[in-house]
T-cell receptor, first 116, second 109 residues
Framework: DGGITQSPKYLFRKEGQNVTLSCEQN?????MYWYRQDPGQGLRLIYY???????QKGDIAEGYSVSREKKESFPLTVTSAQKNPTAFYLC???????????????FGPGTRLTVL | LAKTTQPISMDSYEGQEVNITCSHN???????ITWYQQFPSQGPRFIIQ???TKVTNEVASLFIPADRKSSTLSLPRVSLSDTAVYYC??????????FGAGTTVTVRA
């Protein structure tokens, strides 16, 4: 089955600890994205990557870091510098970043991070 | 970035048609209009995308007037399982899209 996976589904961490969220896709997509969603809110873009070994900051990149060493993987690290990390994190991928017929974002199931 | 405005919530009943209108007055020439659906604790799912006039697929229709300053997502004969948040997005590139609060559609029996 082709798709995008995120693990784990639920994650608990103590304040001050870094934590890495996994995102893998086997859709052969060039572009990948990380979003954050808070209760009752829309999605906010953290980082995106248009191609392997390249990534760009989104609207709320402070306190987060990413890597894109492989086409299929785009892990997100939530660092201790992120002041309010408890949220629902969503990873997505698309053929490329351009809008147009046939180019949609495919989302993973999400990881709910709770910092205690 | 093109800003979108859509209703916060809408209520409907099973079997009815639901129409959600999104305003995007400053849409740019190269911008597409895209709609996503999101269920609680899940990632959004692509519904439909268009540039102008009308687009229809097996799930919904998208109506775009000539001036492209608004668009209407039409969900025919909704069921309880269509209860979700619907997002209207406008942009040329995926990384420029803004998922606002969306429209919460509640379908009742």
């Amino acid at each position: 089955d082709g798709g995008i996976t995120q693990s784990p589904k639920y994650l608990f961490r103590k304040e001050g600890q870094n934590v890495t969220l996994s995102c893998e896709q086997n859709l052969n997509h060039d572009a990948m994205y990380w979003y954050r969603q808070d209760p009752g809110q829309g999605l906010r873009l953290i980082y995106y990557s248009q191609i392997v070994n390249d990534f760009q900051k989104g609207d709320i990149a402070e306190g987060y870091s990413v890597s894109r060493e492989k086409k299929e993987s785009f892990p997100l690290t939530v660092t201790s510098a992120q002041k309010n990390p408890t949220a629902f994190y969503l990873c997505a991928s698309s053929i490329d970043t351009r809008q147009g017929v046939g180019n949609e974002q495919f989302f993973g199931p999400g990881t709910r991070l709770t910092v205690l | 970035l093109a800003k979108t405005t859509q209703p916060i919530s809408m209520d409907s009943y099973e079997g009815q048609e639901v129409n959600i209108t999104c305003s995007h007055n400053n849409i740019a020439t190269n911008d597409y209009i895209t709609w996503y659906q999101q269920f609680p604790s899940q990632g959004p799912r692509f519904i439909i995308q268009g540039y102008k006039t009308k687009v229809t697929n097996e799930v919904a229709s998208l109506f775009i007037p000539a001036d492209r300053k608004s668009s209407t997502l039409s969900l025919p004969r909704v069921s309880l399982s269509d209860t979700a948040v619907y997002y209207c997005l406008v942009g040329e590139d995926d990384y420029k899209l803004s998922f606002g609060a969306g429209t919460t559609v509640t379908v009742r029996a």
